[in-house]
């Protein structure tokens, strides 16, 4: 019996874990895929927004704000790689000067820090030389850039440390009402019971919210594309740029142009609605518009310089065409008292996540008093990338350690003692998907053509991985089909 | 710092070529280095024939021809460093090893760059669609079959009719598997018609040109692709996507030169072929820094990759003895009408030299023509000229006096 | 009757155009070949066609789990598929050299099945 049952182990679930780990309560996560980063979590800008789009005074703006502080504090406590660059929007004609003024005055409503707008292209460019011809800019400086899977996998770990229960490959397919607790069971039939539910399933979000017996929610599923740029053009882009926002979908910020802490360049997202809210598809028509988007803010890339593409999906509570501004929806549900349902934490939701963390836990604070664990570890030990270490320290552990001088991915230089770590990894995620968002391998720009049957040969002589035991990330993404050649 | 005379990247054809021949003339300060456990690079896993007509007069598997280089570099003693990856390489031509023995900074007098080349990826040709498991590039099938031991699927389609993609239509169909079509986007086939013949047609599996994938499906395991036909402008035709259930895509759609620490080390590479741009000593814009094989420009044969490493061989040696031909009028080589690129793209007209170009697309009975301006300098007959298949012209030192320009062009 | 053909005996990938006569079928005109091969390929082809394969056999206790091979002499195009029967049956023992028969007189075709590497023993 579990006190606490989150459903969802993305970023707001493992969030919540997080922050009520603290407590003395038996926390359980019940993650559908074999990790915690498949969903929109593992799929996004990577960027800490400021908190100017959105509404003063909705819950948008309030978590947003607080959560671009918060989730920096717990990046430096889980010692999760982010960087402070700022970000700029950039407007290229004067109609929409008008627009960051108003951006700003919200901004600055919302208590976001140190917005300014410059005007003239030659100042624009002193802040980001390589953006293309602007009038004028808001410069954000409380913008960050971040790894969205090592924050979501470092929360998790730490969890772990505290006792939290991950649950990987356990999709819950109903839940009951028995003495006041929730009953649930899982695809295999497994059983889970606990006091409090809390839904964080994301796109999901209403489907299991139905489940719970309460169907007044719908979700639309829309869609966003992204390019993946090699990383050769990293020191051309020092800080994210940002279109002003169009003004026909809701709060949808507009393809941008964003470098990440690892050195590739994302453009996008596109949005379009579709109906499959895993309906991670690229298309042809969207890359093209995403390459023309991406050129005018930044012309310094080539088509050939895509290494990449891939998408998510946003949780929308609104149908396409509607412009009415919504919100974030958290509540404990009156009709299911100790349902906590998270509905629409699409964007700035990430941000949002540390803050989502704490209303979830006052709501519960409301009811019950929580009491704090004597022993919380606050950061489970993480290790910086070998290849951020100096040459001298470098040196030193590859004389120690024969798996440091053995490099196993050429282009993003990972040493085969960080693949087996990744391997071993506390959750016990097993596919490859999950060695490639701990370490980096096949990420770059050969895409594991190179350590892919390197990464195949560890995991069969040093793990004993039968050829079916080789999955890529969901369910069912066998890599062989067996053994060309059969000893029996 | 351990200082070496000669030190070679890569032990693939080029490589061990390049090694072998600077030991037969007399540079005996060698360090050959091969990110692998064995030597040979990717000649390991090209288990067919084919290999070492030029270089050997008889044909080889990608094995045999290495073996070859093997026994003579055991009896010339070179010094091998295997397992071991060069993780950095600087413009001082010193660079930092990395392997199992530990990790360690190390100059060269004289660097070749023998690194090989890499495959074009799905996101490189941008593919659209979804993202499951069961798209692999050919080579890295050719790998996982032929070294390790796995089977890679049962239902495949083939994208891109490159060599290697070719000959693993073929070693698919003998290991049981179902390989459906391969399709290609160029009205005409980008592999050597031989492989087209002895791979493809031996076993009716169909080749659709001006054909080429639109979409993926499946989110677990590739379960299809859609494919549509192109117009002649390369455009798809609306209406002409079929769909068909396959289990596997291997992607057969070009090689690149893997050139990333050329770059870091400030070698200047050429937009066309990817590689550096060399003289006609093959010495990049960085002294003493040289380059053969498929990192210079992917060949369609192993054995000029060797050819020019050994070629290279000669020319290191004479920079390290100072008598690399000097001259401050470099003569632009040009690739003009109907060819795709030329090399070496900068010559001194001061020693003979062979050039090697690609033309731009099949044609029958044309003339290669070789020109300083309007004049011509050499003009020779070719029966088929293909893209798939890289032709060279050879021209001495004589036919070079007074030259200003060189431009390639086909007539 | 006259018919187009790629010679596949070597890279070069001739363009051989063949030209049988009505009078002698045996005797065939050989065009475009670039070696005497050409001739004897085009010959092979229409009456015989032949061809040599490569692949792999287990090996046991191998620092490698295959070795690469090939047959020694051209098999009739027929007996591909039976050739490669005995093959995917087949495993041996390292060490393995280099040139060694792996499998005699395979499918009975007179061929021998050779190791195309060396593969040592763990």
Redesign the interface.
């Known amino acids: 019996m579990f006190d606490i049952g989150i459903v969802g182990g993305g970023a707001v679930g493992s969030s919540i874990a997080y922050e009520l780990s603290r407590f003395n309560l038996k926390i359980a996560v019940f993650e559908k895929e074999p990790d915690v980063i498949f969903g929109a979590s593992g799929r996004n800008s990577g960027v800490v927004h400021a908190g100017f789009y959105y509404r003063p005074g909705s819950l948008k703006a309030k978590l947003c704000v607080e959560g671009n502080k918060k989730i920096k504090e717990w990046m430096k406590i889980l010692n999760v790689p982010f960087k402070a660059t700022g970000k700029i929007l950039v407007a290229f004609e004067e109609e929409e000067v008008q627009e960051l003024y108003k951006l700003k005055e919200i901004g600055d409503t919302n208590g976001v820090e140190g917005l300014e707008i410059i005007k003239g292209s030659e100042n624009v460019q002193k802040l980001c030389p390589t953006v293309g011809e602007a009038v004028a800019c808001m410069y954000s400086p409380a913008t960050a850039i971040f790894s969205p899977y090592l924050f979501v996998i470092a929360l998790a770990e730490t969890n772990l440390l505290n006792d939290v229960k991950y649950f990987l490959n356990c999709k819950i397919v109903e839940v009951k009402r028995e003495n006041g607790n929730f009953m649930l069971k899982d695809q295999n039939g497994n059983r889970y019971e606990c006091r409090w539910l809390i839904n964080a399933t994301g796109v999901h979000c209403a489907e299991f919210s139905k489940m719970v017996g309460i169907d007044s929610y719908r979700i639309y599923p829309c869609k966003g594309e992204y390019l993946l740029l090699d990383k050769a053009l990293a020191p051309l882009l020092n800080m994210p740029i940002y279109p002003v926002p169009s003004k026909d979908v809701g709060a949808y910020l507009g393809v941008h142009i964003t470098p990440t802490v690892e050195g590739p360049i994302t453009i996008g997202p596109s949005a379009e609605y579709i109906e499959d809210p895993e309906g991670y598809e690229t298309t042809p028509e969207i890359m093209e518009q995403l390459f023309q988007g991406g050129y005018k803010l930044w012309p310094y890339f080539k088509r050939s310089d895509v290494i990449r593409t891939f998408t998510g999906v946003r949780a929308k509570p609104v149908p396409p065409g509607d412009k009415t501004f919504y919100d974030f929806l958290i509540k404990e549900e009156e009709s299911v008292p100790n349902f906590i349902n998270l509905i629409g934490i699409e964007s700035p939701g990430f941000t949002s996540a540390p803050a989502i963390a704490r209303v979830v836990r006052e709501i519960i604070e409301k009811k019950e008093k929580l009491i704090p664990k004597e022993k919380f570890v606050p950061a489970s030990p993480r290790k910086e990338r070998f290849e951020d270490l100096p040459e001298e320290e470098k040196q030193r552990r590859a004389r120690e350690n024969p798996e440091y001088g053995e490099i196993i991915c050429r282009c993003e230089k990972v040493t085969k003692r960080e693949i087996i770590e990744a391997i071993e990894n506390p959750l016990g995620a097993k596919t490859l998907a999950s060695i490639k968002y701990r370490t980096r391998a096949m990420m770059g720009r050969c895409q594991g053509g190179y350590c892919l049957p390197k990464i195949v040969e560890i995991l069969e002589k040093e793990f004993g991985y039968k050829p079916e035991d080789f999955q890529l990330h969901k369910e069912g993404s066998w890599l062989f089909s067996g053994r060309m050649r059969k000893n029996d | 710092m351990t200082e070496k005379d000669v030190v070679i990247i890569g032990a693939g054809p080029a490589g061990l070529a390049c090694a072998t021949r600077l030991k037969e003339i007399g540079v005996n300060d060698v360090l050959l280095i091969e ?1 692998e456990k064995k030597l040979g690079g990717i000649l ?1 896993q090209c ?4 290999f070492g ?1 030029h270089k050997f007069k008889e ?1 080889l ?4 021809y ?2 070859r280089y093997l026994q003579k570099l055991i009896n010339y003693k070179v010094e091998v460093l295997s ?1 071991t ?1 060069v ?1 950095n390489l600087f413009p001082d031509k010193s660079m ?1 090893l ?8 190390i100059k060269a007098k004289a660097v070749v760059l023998a690194m090989g080349c ?2 074009r ?4 040709i ?1 593919l ?7 798209v692999y ?1 050919a ?2 099938a050719q ?12 239902e495949v389609v083939i994208l891109g009719s490159g060599d290697v993609g070719l000959i693993m239509a073929r070693r698919l169909t ?2 049981g598997a179902r390989v459906l079509m391969v399709l290609e986007k160029l009205p005409y086939s980008s592999g ?3 492989n ?3 791979c493809l047609n ?1 076993y009716d599996i169909p080749l659709y040109l001006k054909t080429t994938v ?2 993926i499906h499946g ?3 590739i379960e299809g692709v859609t494919y549509v036909s192109l117009d002649d402008e390369g455009k798809p035709i609306p209406g002409s996507e079929r769909f068909i259930r396959c ?1 596997t895509l291997l992607l057969s759609v070009g090689l690149i030169p893997e050139n ?1 620490l050329s ?1 870091e080390a400030g070698v200047a590479i050429h937009p066309v072929t990817g590689g550096p741009i060399v003289n006609d000593t093959y010495q990049t814009n960085i002294e003493g820094v040289f380059a053969a094989g498929n990192v210079l420009h992917v060949h ?2 192993a054995d000029w990759a060797s050819m020019e490493g050994e070629l290279v061989a000669d020319f290191a040696k004479r920079y390290l003895e100072g008598s690399l031909p000097q001259t401050q009028n470099w003569i632009e080589v040009k690739a003009g009408e109907g060819i795709r690129y030329v090399l070496p793209q900068r010559i001194s007209g001061k020693i003979d030299v062979n050039l090697l170009f690609r033309v731009s697309f099949p044609a029958r009975n044309k003339h290669i023509v070789i020109k300083d301006k309007d004049r011509i300098i050499k003009r020779k007959r070719v ?2 000229p293909h893209p798939a ?1 890289m032709e060279n012209i050879e021209v001495k030192r004589d036919e070079l006096k007074g030259v200003q320009s060189l431009e390639v062009m086909i007539e | 009757m006259t018919k187009e053909m790629v010679c596949i005996l070597c890279p070069n990938s001739c363009n051989l155009i063949v030209t049988q006569s009505d009078k002698n079928p045996d005797g065939l005109k050989v065009e475009n070949a670039l070696c005497p091969k050409g001739k004897e390929y085009a010959h092979n082809e229409l009456f015989n066609p032949k061809r040599t394969i490569a692949s792999s056999i287990l090996v046991e206790e191998g620092e490698l789990p295959l070795v690469s091979v090939k047959i020694d002499k051209p098999i009739p195009k027929s007996k591909i598929f039976e050739v490669m029967k005995e093959i995917k049956k087949a495993k041996v023992k390292a060490p393995v050299k280099i040139g060694d028969i792996l499998i005699k007189n395979v499918a009975g075709t007179d061929a021998n099945v050779i190791a195309t590497k060396s593969v040592d023993k763990i």
Request: net charge negative; hydrophobic share 30%; proline share 5%.
């Open positions: 990110r390991n288990i067919h024939d084919g007509l044909t598997t990608g094995p045999e290495i073996e397992d990856m993780v930092i990395s392997g199992p023995w530990g990790r360690e900074k890499r495959e990826t799905a996101g490189a941008w659209a669609g979804s993202r499951p498991a069961g590039t080579g890295v790998r996982l079959m032929n070294i390790d031991n796995y089977m890679i699927g049962n003998l290991e050597l018609p031989r087209i013949s002895q031996d639109t979409r989110k677990a395991r289990d990333e770059r369609d044969l029966i088929n298949i």
